[in-house]
């Protein structure tokens, strides 16, 4: 992969420079001579993350429509099991649908499959996550930088404990290969600074499993004996912050997350969570299923990529990779509802109406 991430105004250039390209292949008959209709796969990972189906699929649906009026969206939701996964992609390669945007349950599990349809010549994008074998192309955001935000972010809000702290660090499933980039990209910045008193993975993303790892950090360290905690998303960041408020931890150590969902927002301007960490679904969305068209109309999709990855067990790659963001109480306002995100409305609850004004919410 390369070193150098141009970030999301250069990606969105090459965004809006392929919905032209893709614009123009329309006009010119580029489906409707062929007499077909283009049918793109989506294969999301899970109903658990709130983001799949609620942002990523609607903004992915709305962005084929709009670059391709007459395309076919075949949408299937593994539900967290692999072999549900690998069935999907077995159908859609069987349907002989034109392209496949794939977030991987099990990025190498999933290397069969995605070799499969290389093989029936149906070309997939990786999204969000990097599949293994021979993918047509990935979108993504660094997931290093994801790592290093968070633990900056961890640092700062540990002060005068930042260096000699003692922290929890909850890691995502080790086999998502974007658990593994911010596992990395956290202990780059961690790792010199603080104390690593527990350190789990969890399988599956599972919150109920964080609160369950957290509450065996409690008994382990002791109550009082916890600074800060390392949570990879905001899943996991709900089950510490449970564990933590079930076993009588007060104050709450700073917790971080990532993927800004409308439930970390309001424990953020509540008081309970830290951070989180925002990665623009509309440029990761747009990105995706401008490859997918591209892909589908069987064009090249160097002209909407402005980088490369290679995959394991596959070629270097044409690949978007786009800028996360860090977002506190600070700057909810300035990131996640300028953005049109969510509402001030959404975020603020009744019961956050006193936190929501003095953070600026109103």
């Given at each position: 992969m390369k070193a150098c991430i141009r970030g999301t105004a250069i990606a969105m250039t090459a965004i809006s420079t392929a919905v032209a390209l893709a614009a123009c292949g329309q006009d010119a008959g580029n489906d409707s001579d062929r007499g077909n209709t283009p049918e793109i796969g989506l294969l999301l990972p899970d109903a658990t993350t709130a983001r799949w189906e609620g942002q990523d699929r609607p903004l992915l649906e709305?962005?084929?429509?709009?670059l391709c009026a007459n395309c076919r969206v075949e949408h299937a939701n593994a539900k967290g099991d692999v072999a549900i996964q690998q069935e999907q992609m077995n159908s859609m390669i069987t349907k002989g649908v034109d392209a496949i945007v794939l977030v991987a349950v099990d990025a190498r599990s999933l290397g069969v499959a995605v070799k499969k349809a290389d093989e029936a010549d149906i070309?997939?994008?990786a999204y969000d996550r990097l599949a293994e074998g021979p993918i047509a192309g990935y979108v993504s955001f660094d997931g290093e930088?994801?790592?290093r935000l968070q633990g900056r972010a961890l640092l700062k809000a540990l002060g005068d404990r930042a260096d000699g702290g003692q922290i929890v660090m909850m890691h995502g499933d080790p086999i998502d290969p974007n658990a593994v980039s911010f596992k990395k990209g956290a202990l780059s910045v961690l790792k010199e600074r603080v104390k690593i008193g527990k350190e789990y993975d969890t399988l599956q993303w599972r919150t109920e499993t964080a609160h369950m790892n957290m509450s065996g950090a409690i008994a382990a360290l002791g109550v009082g004996n916890i600074d800060g905690v390392y949570a990879a998303n905001d899943g996991?960041?709900?089950g510490s912050i449970s564990a933590l408020k079930a076993n009588?931890?007060?104050?709450?150590?700073p917790v971080t997350g990532q993927d800004a969902e409308l439930g970390a927002l309001q424990r953020i301007v509540g008081g309970d969570q830290y951070m989180t960490v925002y990665k623009p679904f509309a440029p990761e969305a747009s990105g995706g299923a401008t490859m997918a068209v591209t892909a589908a109309r069987g064009e090249s999709l160097d002209k909407v990529a402005a980088d490369t990855v290679r995959p394991r067990g596959g070629t270097v790659v044409p690949a978007l990779l786009l800028t996360p963001v860090a977002v506190t109480v600070d700057n909810i306002k300035d990131t996640l509802v300028k953005d049109g995100v969510y509402t001030i409305q959404q975020i603020c609850t009744p019961r956050l109406g006193a936190a929501c004004e003095t953070a600026g919410l109103t």
């Open positions: 709305k962005k084929i429509k709009e070309p997939v994008i930088e994801v790592g996991l960041a709900a009588k931890v007060q104050p709450l150590p």
